[in-house]
């Protein structure tokens, strides 16, 4: 029997031990991660646990993103947590304020993962990086801990999903159309612990973009891990980007899945997710008398540079409804100066919006967007439970770009048709 991609990245990190899905393994990492709300916990149990060093000064990243630039005192102190640590362990990879970005955004901008890497880290949607064919997963700060001292964790190789994808996007239908499909389809624990694996001819269709914002919501199918196929897509995205050396794997043929489901691409249409589940999928055709409050566009799931590019697209030359708020988001430093150059940020004042720096802020109801009881929420984000955003007694819905700026010159939730005819 054959093994799967993921099966084939565990091999490769157990010292040559065979591998197949069921297994637990202790595991070599490439790279650990935390950020400013899960870092602080990691780092005091390091220290409890009586580690001098970190396995690797290269290979723990370190980026305040949820509450930065600091929103109060509490979230002060937690980034002067990492600022230390970083200082007294030398951690290269520690992003300040000006040069930070969401992390899943930032990490494969800079190259730090790579296709074949085992990555972990101190935050659930740590999945987004098996766009470019890694093994990453999010795992508590506890084991964070461990994983920062030590190099190494141990796992139970998940079982794989095979969702075979043919045919193309149409208009206005994107990878997030596509990610809400697949967890309407399956359900918000239709997957667990389970690896997601996408392929298929449609795959090429669907740009780096794209296959980071399906990965990403992965964990929303209750995902271990969510893993695309590498291809020349993958190729071209990593070549302009890695400073080491990596390895491309591919599931073999007779691979063993413990399902395949067949997508056509085209037969997909713009959808929302209703509260208070990501699982809670409608067309938007069908949704159009849901008044909304606010549009977020941005996070790690919605934040780059095509993302800001198509939502510019619909709000170029018009204004949002009177009331509405919008708030836009680039996800890093690097895709706010190129959205600066290309005029999108001021495509969004001039339509009415507010621009902010990188933050994960509005997504979790941190700050820079939180609702009252009452209000709705349209997002680019990739959660709608509960008080997601602010009072419990708010809603949120999930959305692409598209639908998101289509929605915020409506002022309910729209088509992109609509606005654009």
Known sequence: MGMTITEKIFFAH?????????DFVTAKLDLVLANDIT?????????????????????????PDHFTPNKDIKSAEQCLDLRNFARDYEIENYFEVGEMGIEHALLPELGLVLPGDLVVGADSHTCTYG?????????GSTDAAIAMGKGELWFKVPKSMLFRLEGSFKKWVGAKDLILHIIGMIGVDGALYKAMEFGGEGVKN??????????????EAGAKNGIFTPDDVTFEYISQRAKRSYKMYHSDEDADYESVHEIDLGDLEPLVSFPHLPSNVRKVSESTDVNIDQVVIGSCTNGRLSDLRMAASILNNRRIKKGMRLIVIPATQSIYLQALREGLLETFVMAGGVVSTPTCGPCLGGHMGILAKGERALSTTNRNFVGRMGHSGSEVYLASPAVAAATAVMGRIAHPEEVMN
């Open 14 to 22: 157990c010292k040559g031990k065979s591998v197949k899905a069921g």
């Open 39 to 63: 870092a602080p916990i990691s780092i005091r149990e390091f220290r409890e646990i009586g580690f001098n060093k970190v396995f690797d000064r290269s290979k723990v990243v370190l980026v």
């Open 131 to 139: 766009a470019l064919g890694a093994f990453s997963t999010g795992i």
């Open 206 to 219: 669907i740009d780096m973009d794209g296959r980071l914002t399906v990965a990403n919501m992965s964990i």
